[in-house]
C-alpha cells in the first residue's frame, strides 16, 4: 500500500504535493513504536481525515506532520523543502495546528485568543493592528463564533472552545489545516458546518486539510481522502467509500462487529451490539 | 450556510472589537498608568520615614542631606528595584507556568535561596569573589537548585504539570525552610540571629554600593523577561498553539528559568525574601489592564516596584518593621481573597 515515493516534489497532473511524510518513526520512551513507518503524501486542496482506534498514533502523527515532534527516523517534506529546516515563523505561515484539548487557565476573551492566530504576520515589537483584528473577527465568522467575541475563554464550553481554537487556525492563514479532532465536542449541527467551512475553503482558497476524526459519519461524501491508522502504521488509505468498508474498519478498530452501509449517498458507520 | 446572528449583531460585535482590542494602544495607556503610580509611589515614600522629608531642612542642614541622599534614597531605590523583580519574575512564571498561583516564593525559588543563603552565613563565608559577596552566589545557587528540582519532579515527558508543579514548589520549601532551621539550631546564636533577620526580611542599605553590585545581573534578566513577554502571551494559552505559532517552546522555558533564576537568586541574595510581591503584583494588573501577557509583564514590573516602596515605607514609619512582614500580611490576605475568586480559574 505504501507507495515507493521520492523526496523531491512531486507534481502530479498539476496538483502540487503539499506535505510528504517518508518512513516515520516516533516513540514515547516506552516500549514498541507509536508511530511506525508512516509514509503518506498529502496533496494541495484536498480534504483528509486520519482515523484509528483510541492510542493508534493519530495524534502523535499529527503533532509529527505539524513538527511539534520530531521524528525518531524519517523524513517530512512540506512544499519540497525538510519541515525541520523551515525557520519556525514561515512553518507557522503555511500549518495551522489545532490541538486536540485546550486547557485554558487565563481568562482571555476568545478574540484575544484568536488574534494570536495573527502572531506569524507580526513584527517581534509589533502588535496587531487594524487588519489583524478584522482578519480575527472574520475568522471567528467563518467558524460561527462572532458572538463569542468578547467571552471568557474560560467561560466557554468544549465545543466553543474548540470552535475559537479552529478560528485561530484560520487567523493564521495557512495552506494547510491539521486539525486533532476538532469536531470531538461540537454538537451535530457544528460538526456538519465545521466540514462545510472545510470544504468551502478547499474549493475557495485551495487549503489542503488533515483532520483526526472518530466521527466516520462525515467523512462520506465529505471528504476526498482518508487514512487509516492502527498501531502505529497507515493501514489502509484512499477515498472514503474504498476506506469505510466492513472489512477494512473491522481490522482498523479491531472489532468485527463494525458494519458500514451507503444509504442516500453516504456511508454510515456503526458498530452492531 | 446560514449563520443565525443578525447582521447587526455581527457589526456590534466588530465595533466591540475594534474599540477594545487594539493592544498596542492598551499597553501605552496602561503604561502611563501605573508609571503614574510608580511615581506617586516614590514621591510618598521619599517622604516617609522616621522623621518626614522637610526639604528646607535638605537645603541647609548637611546631616539631613547624608540621611536623605545616603540611607532614605538608596532604600526606596532598593525596594523599586526588588519589587520590580519579583512582580516581573512573577508575571513571567504565571504566563510560562499556566499557573494563576505561580511565583518566586510558591515554586520553592526562594525558599531555596534562603537555604543557600543560610549555608553561607552559617559558614561564615564573608569572603566575595570579584566583588559578589559569597552569601549571594550561595542564594543564587540555591534559588536555581529549587528551581530545577521543582521543575524536574513535575514535568513528565515535555509537559508541565501544574498540580504538581505547586506542589513540588511547597514541598522544596518546606524542605528548605527545615534545612534553614535546622542550621539555625545548630550555628551559634550571633549567626542565628543574623540568619533570622535576613529571612525575614529587611532592606537595611546604605549607600548605593549594593545597587550597583545587582544591576549587572538584574538589567540581563529583566531585559530577557521583557523580551519574551509575547512568546509567553502565546504560552499562556497552551503550549501546543504556541509552538504550533512558531514560538521556540525550548528555548523559551531555558530563557525563563536561567532569567528568573538570576533575577530572583540576586533578590533573595540582598533583599532576603520578600514574600507574595511576585504572586499578588501580575494578579492586579491583570484585574487591572486585562490578561495580555504583553501587558501584564511590563506593568508588573512598574507596578511591583511602586508596591514594594510603599510597604518599605509604611514599614519604615512604623518603626522600622521588617518588609517581609508587611508584604507577607498584605500579601498573605490578598492571597486567600484569590483563592476566593478562584472560580474564575477553570483548572488548577
Known sequence: MVENSTSETVIQAGVEVLIEAQSLYFDYEVDGFSVSDVSLKLKRGTLAALIGANGSGKSTLIRLLSGLLSPVAGQIWLKGQPLELIPRIRRAQSLAYVPQINPMIFPFTALEVVLTGRTPYTSFFGFENQSDIEKAMEALETVGGTHLAQRRVTELSGGERQLVAFARALAQEPECLLLDEPSAALDLKHRARLVRTLQHLRDKEGMTALMVTHDLQLLDPGFDQVFAISHGSVVAQGTPRRVLTDCVLSQVYDDPHIRARRLEGRTFVWSGI | ?348
Not at chain 2, 106 to 117: E, I
Open chain 2, 1 to 348: 450556510m446560514v449563520f443565525p446572528a443578525s447582521p447587526s449583531n455581527v457589526h456590534l460585535a466588530k465595533e466591540n472589537a475594534r474599540s477594545q482590542s487594539m493592544a498596542g494602544w492598551r499597553l501605552i495607556r496602561s503604561l502611563v498608568l501605573v508609571l503614574i503610580c510608580l511615581a506617586v509611589a516614590t514621591v510618598v515614600s521619599l517622604w516617609l520615614g522616621y522623621q518626614p522629608l522637610d526639604l528646607s531642612l535638605l537645603r541647609q542642614d548637611e546631616i539631613a542631606r547624608v540621611i536623605f541622599f545616603r540611607l532614605r534614597l538608596p532604600r526606596v531605590i532598593l525596594a523599586g528595584i526588588l519589587g520590580a523583580s519579583l512582580g516581573l519574575v512573577g508575571a513571567c512564571l504565571q504566563a510560562f507556568f499556566r499557573n494563576p498561583l505561580a511565583a518566586p516564593f510558591t515554586l520553592g525559588v526562594s525558599g531555596g535561596g534562603a537555604l543557600g543563603a543560610g549555608l553561607a552565613i552559617a559558614f561564615g563565608w564573608g569572603a566575595s569573589v570579584s566583588g559578589v559577596p559569597l552569601v549571594s552566589l550561595a542564594a543564587f545557587a540555591g534559588s536555581v537548585t529549587a528551581m530545577l528540582v521543582v521543575y524536574r519532579l513535575s514535568s513528565t515527558g515535555n509537559m508541565a504539570m501544574p498540580g504538581t508543579l505547586l506542589l513540588a514548589g511547597v514541598v522544596v520549601n518546606l524542605i528548605a525552610s527545615a534545612g534553614v532551621t535546622l542550621i539555625q539550631y545548630i550555628s551559634d546564636s550571633t549567626r542565628a540571629l543574623q540568619i533570622l533577620r535576613w529571612i525575614i526580611g529587611t532592606i537595611d542599605i546604605v549607600g548605593f554600593d549594593p545597587i550597583w553590585r545587582m544591576l549587572p545581573f538584574l538589567i540581563p534578566g529583566w531585559v530577557v523577561l521583557m523580551l519574551i513577554a509575547r512568546d509567553l502571551h502565546l504560552m499562556a494559552m497552551g503550549e501546543e498553539s504556541a509552538a504550533s505559532l512558531g514560538v521556540n517552546v525550548l528555548r523559551c522555558e531555558r530563557l525563563v528559568y536561567a532569567a528568573s533564576s538570576l533575577v530572583v537568586g540576586v533578590v533573595v541574595a540582598e533583599g532576603a525574601h520578600i514574600a507574595f510581591v511576585g504572586l499578588i503584583i501580575p494578579h492586579a494588573v491583570r484585574m487591572l489592564f486585562g490578561e495580555d501577557v504583553r501587558l501584564v509583564v511590563p506593568c508588573s514590573f512598574f507596578l511591583g516596584a511602586g508596591f514594594l516602596m510603599l510597604a518599605d515605607a509604611v514599614a519604615r514609619t512604623a518603626g522600622g518593621l521588617p518588609v517581609g512582614a508587611v508584604t507577607a500580611l498584605i500579601g498573605g490576605i490578598t492571597f486567600l481573597g484569590l483563592l476566593r475568586r478562584q472560580r474564575r480559574f477553570s483548572a488548577i
